[in-house]
């Protein structure tokens, strides 16, 4: 028998993903973002996403020429202060990122002053091997990230649940042939797995591009249910996140005091978290 993890204190907030139609031209790319996060707050978002690769088209060729940096890049200051002037915590899907001659698919966040709460590399990768960031905390809660592939692996939205996150957000951007197959059934999998929300956003599919989206950008609820979802144009999907829901499937189906760790590890245990909520393995 285990402990149940202690939630943090959290409150009911209302969630927007942002079905982007992206471009090749990067400084409309980041506009028009802006934008949709304004709509997004204006109609009563608390927490907005942005998809996977939100300012270039999608695939590594595009990201030498697409990426930059953190520190003093365009595609932070416009998410900072898109944030800031939206009053909103926001979650900037990702953008290639160069640093120290390597790029790296990133994840940042902020909080609705603009201040970068949080950042995360893609974790599975062939080539990269950082430890990433996965989660934030928001006035809401805790909510863990990943990226797109991470939703493949059950174990980071596992360690998140357990550390008490009562949702995990995944920007991505399946395509035409895994985003039927395994789009909606991972999130659902790992939503009923964890007992907690997931949430996955696309962009929207752009027929002339050299990748073709699946789009539907989707939340699915603790029961396993999908709340919120989309096909494949630009849209922004909302939905209202209440964490009680995740302590009311967690007592009526109570996984989380009868998990048996006397047989089985406890994956959460093996990750550290610092105050920052950089997760490295013990
Ligand atoms: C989608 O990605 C999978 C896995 O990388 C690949 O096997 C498949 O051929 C791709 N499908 C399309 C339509 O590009």
Redesign the pocket.
Known sequence: MSKAPILSPSSPFKLALIQLAIGADKSKNLQHAKSKILEAARHGANVVVLPECFNSPYGTNFFPEYAEPLDGGDSVAMLSSAAKEAGIYLIGGSIPESRQGKIYNTLTAYDPTGKLIGVHNKVHLFDIDVPGKIRFKAKYGKIGVGICYDMRFPELATVAARKGCVAMIYPGAF????GPLHWELLQRARAVDNQMYVAACSPARDLEASY?AWGHSTVVDPTGAVIATCEESETIVYADVDPAQVETIRSSIPLYTQRRFDIYDDVSESVAFDDEGNGTKK
């Open positions: 395509n035409m042939t895994t073709h």
